[in-house]
């Protein structure tokens, strides 16, 4: 109200001020019409009448009647004729005295004015009944010359100007006023279909052009939110930090991992007693911290010796030994169904196939019925550990492709996030396998099927659009298949931060002392250290053959320098991986061979597991740290060398093949085909200046400590969160079955 009020006030003192602009625009327009137009009536009278007054110019009594004719117009008052001195030669009927010939002539020179001017002139003047006008032709073809005198009554002017000026502002005033209320009507129009417009789209079913804004609008907030949420915690992820994301985002819900490797295996040593085995596993690595802070259940496969044995009833055991957070719950697996689900199907065929390694992948009907039956069986086990209907559960890996489906047809309200540990191929690559489409099928059971980088997700989202009917929606990275949603999001893994391993390790320059000593090396040795499970996708054998090249090429280091290889046996049982120990075995005797000299030794190969904290050791003892992957989807190994150097030494040198390359970017990055370029990576790191090591060691360190496995597992229990009560409100507002429809994403 108080706007359209203002509005009018501003549109009357607008209006109030053109119409006076033109008054006086259209007074002074007017004016002129007129006298022009009474200056060409008289021209026109004395132009008609000339000839006859110059004829008659000599006789007085016919030159009345001329002059008569001259004063038809109804406005003139009279008109003289006038000789050149001054004299009135013959005047019309009622001609004005006050325009006798002399005072004309008078008037004219008191003007500066002359009676034979071409053009004619004219006299205004004022008089009382109105102004009139004294209008003068010469006539210079009579002898001695003379002129004629017209008198105008000029009071017309002044009226019909006032009519014509009153009409002429009504009609503006009136038209202004039109196209205000126009401008005003339109503008409120504009206006309501603005807001009704805006109304719909906040409501959600806003008019398509509003779609990508409000899209936007709703996800920014969503992020601010979360980035809001987050920071209002605040800091470093931590295992307090995710056990409170879990509180607030899931109400502490358990959490259900099923995963094939266990984090704790009971293996029974030759004197009988048992010990407990932490895998060389990066999943291991990546999930146990997780389920430290988050507790809940760990579906896997019981592998160890003597695990049958430390179960309960109901095949679980809680772990870790000792703290006993969180529940194992061991799966049993016949020799048959190991061989074809775990050694054939997921190791001869998915694991070469998601790898570029230049392995061939192998693919059989026998281990494929092999693994789809091991699925369902941890399908089943995970159905038989949830606590509601609506359960959260996170699928790991290659070896559970079909599980998501699975659960989900059992469980069809679950949030099921997968997690995919190692590279996914292009499309062409995974058309490779003849059961890509049921593989597919089984991970879009999913809620989120999440990878490690971008370009796996993308390469996942061809495969989809190329072997499955399905609808993709690229702009959400997401899936859509018989109405529900499945998104594809990048999570990159990382470690736990600060690593627990570390507590009570001796210092680095301790450490380096402890491993020269121990394998018999000068205490000034230079060392390089790889640590990795023994696989071919490690690139260890290119490793030792740079290290190889390093001393062909940088005699310097022959005598100094020693690369210390771990190397956790791994998959013995598959042809390729025995091929691969056999080959490395041999690399190294060769490389020891050529440069070895006395107790000197350039190769150190550790073929063992090693458990966390001498891995730790070996990290800490190093001058450098070759990962050298071939292909691999973040490669952990990296991480831990860089939280490993508390002291903020030493160079990591990674290959550009690996997700972690995307991250370290302060690692000397190198493509590990390229032995040139390795081995010359590898001298710049053992001569890099200690300022430089610290300087690119800390940029690393903070890095991982911001990104590190709390904020990776929060990261997708938080987007699980939201995941779920988006679709409890869905299902709600439908009334429909959940799981049933498309979430309202
Ligand atoms: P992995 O292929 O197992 O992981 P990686 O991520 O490097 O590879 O993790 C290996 C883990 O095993 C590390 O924690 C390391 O310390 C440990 N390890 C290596 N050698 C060892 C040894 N000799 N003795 C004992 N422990 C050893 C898969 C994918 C990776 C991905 C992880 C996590 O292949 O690309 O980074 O999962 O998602």
Redesign the pocket.
């Known amino acids: 109200m108080a706007r359209t009020a203002r509005f009018l006030a501003v549109l009357l003192v607008g209006l109030g001020l053109l119409t006076w602009v033109a008054h006086l625009a259209l007074t002074r327009t007017t004016r002129r019409w007129f006298e022009r137009d009474v200056e060409l009536r008289e021209r026109l009278a004395v132009a008609s009448a000339r000839s006859s007054l110059v004829r008659q110019w000599a006789n007085p009594a016919a030159l009345p009647e001329v002059l008569a004719d001259i004063t038809r117009d109804e406005r003139v008052m009279g008109a003289a004729a006038c000789d050149r001195d001054g004299r009135t030669r013959a005047a019309s009927e009622g001609f004005p005295e006050a325009f006798a010939c002399r005072g004309v002539l008078a008037g004219l020179g008191a003007r500066g004015l002359s009676p034979d001017a071409r053009d004619g002139w004219s006299l205004d003047v004022d008089l009382p009944g109105g102004p009139v006008r004294a209008y003068g032709v010469a006539l210079p073809e009579l002898p001695g010359g003379g002129f004629v005198v017209i008198v105008h009554d000029m009071s017309f002017v002044g009226r019909r100007e006032a009519t014509t000026r009153n009409q002429l502002l009504l009609a503006f005033f009136v038209l202004a006023l039109a196209a205000a209320a126009v401008t005003v009507v339109a503008a409120r129009l504009a206006w309501r279909g603005w807001q009704d417009d805006l109304r719909r789209a906040l409501r959600g079913d806003g008019g398509r052009e509003f779609q990508p804004l409000m899209r936007d609008v709703r996800e920014l907030v969503a992020r601010l939110s979360q980035e809001r949420d987050a920071d209002a915690r605040g800091g470093v992820w931590s295992p307090e930090r995710l056990r409170g994301a879990l509180t607030h985002h899931l109400q502490g819900e358990r959490v259900v991992i099923v995963a094939n490797r266990e984090p704790y295996i009971h293996e029974r040593k030759e004197d009988g007693t048992v010990r407990v085995v932490?895998?060389?596993?990066?999943?291991?690595?990546?999930l146990e911290p997780v389920m430290r802070a988050c507790s809940g259940i760990w579906v896997a496969h019981g592998s160890g010796s003597a695990d049958r044995e430390t179960v309960d009833a109901h095949d679980r055991v809680k772990v870790p030994p000792g703290e006993e957070s969180y529940v194992v719950r061991r799966v049993w697996l016949t020799e048959e169904e190991e061989a074809g689900y775990y050694y054939g199907f997921s190791n001869e065929g998915l694991w070469p196939l998601c790898h570029v390694a230049h392995t061939r992948p192998e693919f059989r009907d026998v281990d494929w019925e092999q693994y789809r039956k091991v699925n369902q069986r941890f399908a089943d086990a995970v159905c038989d550990e949830v606590d509601s209907d609506d359960p959260i559960v996170l699928v790991q890996?290659y070896h559970f492709a079909l599980a998501p489906a699975m659960i989900r047809a059992r469980l069809p309200r679950a949030t099921i996030i997968t997690?995919w540990?190692?590279?996914w191929p292009n499309p062409e690559r995974v058309g490779i396998c003849p059961w890509r489409q049921e593989l597919i099928e089984g991970l879009l059971g999913s809620s989120v099927v999440g990878f490690?980088t971008q370009q796996h997700c993308n390469n996942f989202l061809d495969a989809v659009d190329a072997f499955v009917e399905s609808r993709i929606d690229r702009e959400h990275n997401a899936v859509v298949q018989r109405a529900r949603r499945t998104l594809v999001r990048p999570y990159p893994?990382s470690?736990e931060w600060p690593v627990r391993w570390l507590d009570g390790l001796p210092s680095p320059a301790e450490c380096a002392a402890g491993v020269r000593r121990e394998l018999g090396l000068a205490p000034d040795a230079l060392l390089g250290v790889g640590?990795?499970?023994l696989?071919y996708?490690?690139g260890i054998e290119e490793r030792l053959a740079a290290v190889d090249t390093l001393l062909e090429r940088h005699p310097e280091l022959r005598g100094r320098f020693t690369f210390i290889q771990?190397?956790?046996p791994s998959r013995t049982r598959i042809a390729r991986y025995q091929e691969l120990n056999d080959r490395v075995e041999a690399l190294a005797d060769k490389i020891n061979a050529r440069w070895s000299e006395g107790s000197y030794r350039p190769v150190v190969l550790?073929r063992?597991?090693?458990?966390?904290p001498?891995?730790f050791r070996y990290f800490r003892a190093a001058e450098l740290c070759y990962?050298s992957?071939l292909h691999?989807?973040?490669?952990?190994?990296?991480k831990?060398f860089v939280a490993a150097r508390t002291d903020e030494r030493g160079v990591l040198v990674l290959s550009q093949f690996?997700?972690?390359a995307r991250e370290l970017t302060e690692a000397l990055v190198v493509n590990p085909y390229d032995l040139g370029e390795a081995s010359e990576a590898m001298a710049t790191a053992l001569a890099m200046p200690v300022e430089q090591q610290q300087e690119r060691m800390r940029a690393m360190r903070s890095l991982v400590a911001h990104f590190n496995v709390y904020r990776w597992a929060g990261r997708m229990l938080i987007d699980a969160a939201q995941l779920r009560s988006r679709e409890r409100l869905s299902v709600r507002l439908s009334r429909r079955e959940p799981g049933s429809r498309e979430s309202v994403l």
């Open positions: 932490h895998p060389a596993s990066g999943l291991v690595t990546a890996d997690f540990h190692i590279p490690h893994i470690i640590i990795d499970r696989d996708t490690k771990l190397a956790a550790l063992a597991h090693h458990e966390p001498s891995v990962v992957s691999d989807g973040m490669n952990l190994v990296a831990e690996t997700g972690a």
